[in-house]
């Protein structure tokens, strides 16, 4: 191999010969022959070298003397000499010329790029007289180029989801793709140059569940996980993903970690590892052919999220100053999307803990109903349901979401359910809870909005969807307002589905206002209600035909129903969405007795005595009897006195002892404090302390006053 510059290396033919200076131009060849980076070679119609100027040093196989006479692909090692061939002949047929094309050639067993340029020559008679090809190297310029186009890939390829092993694995695949897939141009024998043959990612195991990242030097109980490799199975095999190791130690692994300094190397199997220490994955990288190896840190605000490795193999080009720098700048773009992605997890792990601890764990026994759920949680931590047992037996089943995902979203949720829940017990019809809610959502929106413009949060409106159900056994009815809400689907045995025609009402805390209607419809026994969060479907129709051909088979046991439906759904529709099934019983006519009494004082008489019987038919102990003789006098009086006919009296024999009196009138009782000298004004004071909880309600013609008694000595 050899090269040769200036007049020493300038080979002419005799001066009578077509390729004489004077015969092509001393210009060109002159102009030609001054550039110190550019090889030329002058070729007859056979492609023999006739003249030769070989200035670039290191891809030339023979010297400028040697080389005359002899088939061009003689002079250079070329990747694909076949086609240098063919695309010299096509040039000379045509004289099109061949400009700034990429070839390779081999130089120390390094390929070199190099831009090749070939010209038909001809004659001042136009007589073709042979080619002149011109080689530039311009392998630092390509280097560059790709490096560029892989900095772009991995800007715009790493970091597309915030999870942080699929960053990982976006990493290691865009790190080992194939440079001339980034570049679009291929060089013959460069087809599969990579940046990395081999690529993996090791996290700290706490980043991964989106603890914050340890600091420098990290404590020996840290541990890495293997969360995304490529390149080479059998590494993968011998060091599986998932599995995890110290992040303390004296291997150049570990140093990295350390000192937070990249490493680069060639490996040998002596230079990295001691045979007696050596592991089964090291040994399959050196089985693999590993033979350079840069190391590099990734690390936020001087924090140590983890480790990547980038490995070349034997035939490539070992790794250089100039793959260290693009590997700082993958390493910087991929460490700032892990550490996006743990905040995410962070975050999203607070919001899920948040809304795990608000709902129920499991649905709470009612009267009269059966309930089972299908809990579905994804990015959203912000919806909920809830069965509420109310007094009378009847239940209120809930669902409901706010709008927006995190923390902030689980915390509205939870407020609003804890106001559902109040609201609840306050014994509203559901149209009235609707619309308080709808006031508690609009005050937390309009905090919401108070705050500084420069908070995130302050651009994001608060609304939220809620569906009520007031089931009552007794009556056999069900009652439901909604907000925002798509309604809930009701199966009744053999006789298919339907959705109920329920007012539609604007979003809770939305500044749209209208009013919140109801409907109320017969639910005899073993009707299914199906209630959902509104991503459950999402308008999607496909999911509404499939609840809707699963609840056609409404005699299933719930619990069977629910699994088969979710089953059934979209994958699409699954995340971040709850189902709450409900099947309608029926309340025992025997544990219900109702009493018209007369509007006069005698009236409290007549509810003592039907009182006593009743319970005593029930099995009721004296004691209970008792407290609900003095309870039921106390409420008649009341009525009597301060309320209108007609008065009705009602007892419930369930989990509890329920007794209702209805009147005509629409005062509120309320309970006082009466004086020492006061006649009156103890009655409900009385009741207050021998019922364990009371209430009013108020219908459209009038007031029930409840009570409820635990019984500790029922049959």
């Known amino acids: 191999m050899g090269s040769q510059s200036g007049e020493d290396a300038r080979l002419l033919l005799d001066p009578d010969s077509h390729f004489s200076v004077g015969g092509i131009g001393a210009v060109l060849i002159e102009g030609l022959l001054s550039q110190p980076l550019v090889d030329l070679l002058v070729l007859d119609t056979q492609l023999q070298i006739v003249q030769a100027e070989l200035r670039v040093p290191g891809v030339v196989k023979l010297s400028a003397e040697d080389v005359v006479g002899r088939p061009f692909t003689a002079a250079m090692e070329y990747s694909d000499p076949d086609a240098e061939i063919a695309v010299s002949r096509a040039v000379l047929a045509t004289g099109t010329p061949a400009v700034d094309r990429l070839v390779g050639m081999y130089a120390a067993d390094s390929l070199r790029i190099h831009s090749v340029s070939v010209f038909r020559l001809q004659d001042p008679q136009g007589n073709v007289i042979g080619l002149a090809r011109t080689t530039v190297d311009v392998t630092d310029r390509e280097k560059a180029h790709e490096r560029l186009a892989l900095l772009s890939a991995v800007r715009e390829r790493v970091g597309r989801t915030l999870d942080t092993t699929a960053t990982c694995r976006e990493l290691v695949d865009t790190a080992t793709v194939r440079l001339s897939d980034l570049t679009g141009t291929a060089v013959a024998g460069a087809e599969d140059v990579r940046f990395a043959d081999i690529a993996g990612v090791e996290i700290v195991d706490g980043v991964v569940r989106g603890d914050d990242p340890p600091l420098t030097p990290l404590d020996p109980d840290v541990t890495l996980r293997h969360v995304a490799s490529r390149g080479c199975e059998a590494y993968l095999t011998t060091y599986p993903l998932g599995e995890m190791r110290a992040g303390s130690g004296e291997t150049p692994y570990e140093l990295v970690l350390s000192d937070l300094e990249p490493r680069l190397f060639t490996l040998t199997p002596d230079t990295l590892w001691d045979p007696e220490v050596r592991t089964p994955s090291t040994q399959a990288l050196l089985a693999a052919g590993v033979r350079s190896v840069i190391l590099i840190p990734l690390t936020v605000h001087g924090a140590v999220l983890g480790l990547a490795y980038f490995y070349r193999c034997n035939p490539c080009d070992p790794y250089d100053d100039g793959d260290l720098d693009i590997a700082r700048e993958i390493a ?103 619309h308080r809610l709808d006031s508690t959502a609009t005050s937390l929106a309009e905090e919401r909005a108070a705050l500084p413009p420069a908070d995130p949060l302050h651009r994001e409106a608060l609304t939220a969807s809620c569906l009520y159900t007031l089931f009552d056994p007794v009556a056999g009815t069900c009652t439901l307002c909604r907000a925002d809400h798509p309604g809930p689907l009701i199966a009744r045995s053999g006789n298919g589905t339907e959705r109920p025609d329920v007012p539609e009402g604007p979003p809770l805390g939305s500044a749209e206002k209208g009013p919140f209607g109801s409907c109320t419809f017969e639910m005899p026994e073993g009707t299914v209600l199906a209630l959902h ?38 994958e699409g529709t699954r995340p971040s969405a709850a189902l709450l099934l409900a099947r309608a019983g029926s309340f025992p006519a025997d544990r219900v007795a109702t009493w018209e009494l007369p509007d006069h004082v005698e009236a409290a008489a007549t509810a003592r005595e039907v009182t006593r019987h009743q319970l005593a038919d029930w099995g009721i102990g004296e004691e209970t009897v008792f407290a609900a003789e003095l309870v039921v006098s106390e409420l008649v009086t009341n009525a009597v006195r301060h309320g209108a006919p007609p008065i009705r009296l009602r007892l419930l024999l369930d989990r509890g002892m329920t007794c209702e009196l209805y009147d005509g009138g629409s005062a509120a009782p309320h309970l006082r404090q009466a004086r020492p000298s006061d006649e009156s004004g103890r009655g409900l004071f009385i009741v207050s302390e021998v019922a364990d909880r009371w209430g009013v309600r108020f219908t459209d013609s009038g007031k029930v006053v409840w009570t409820e008694q635990e019984l500790s000595d029922r049959p």
């Not at 026994?365 to 009847?394: H, K, M, S």
């Not at 209120?396 to 609840?424: C, D, F, N, P, S």
């Not at 999607?540 to 056609?552: G, I, K, M, P, S």
Request: glycine share 6%; with cysteine.
């Open 533 to 570: 969060t509104g991503s459950l479907l999402a308008d999607d129709r496909t999911a509404w035909e499939v609840l809707d051909q699963e609840l056609r088979r409404p005699d299933r046991p719930l619990r069977e129903l629910a699994d088969a439906i979710v089953s059934a759904l979209p």
């Open 332 to 434: 910087a773009h991929a460490a700032l999307c892990l550490d996006n992605a743990r905040r995410y997890t962070h975050e999203r792990l607070v919001a899920t803990t948040m809304q795990r601890r608000a709902l129920p764990r499991k649905p709470v026994p009612q009267t009269a109903v059966e309930t089972a759920y299908v809990n579905l949680p994804g990015r959203r931590a912000g919806y909920w349901f809830d069965t509420i047992g109310l007094p009378g037996a009847r239940t209120a089943l809930v669902v409901g979401a706010v709008a927006g995902e995190g923390i902030e979203a689980a915390t509205v949720m939870g407020q609003l359910r804890t106001v559902v829940h109040t609201l609840a017990a306050e014994d509203l019809d559901p149209d009235e809870l609707m």
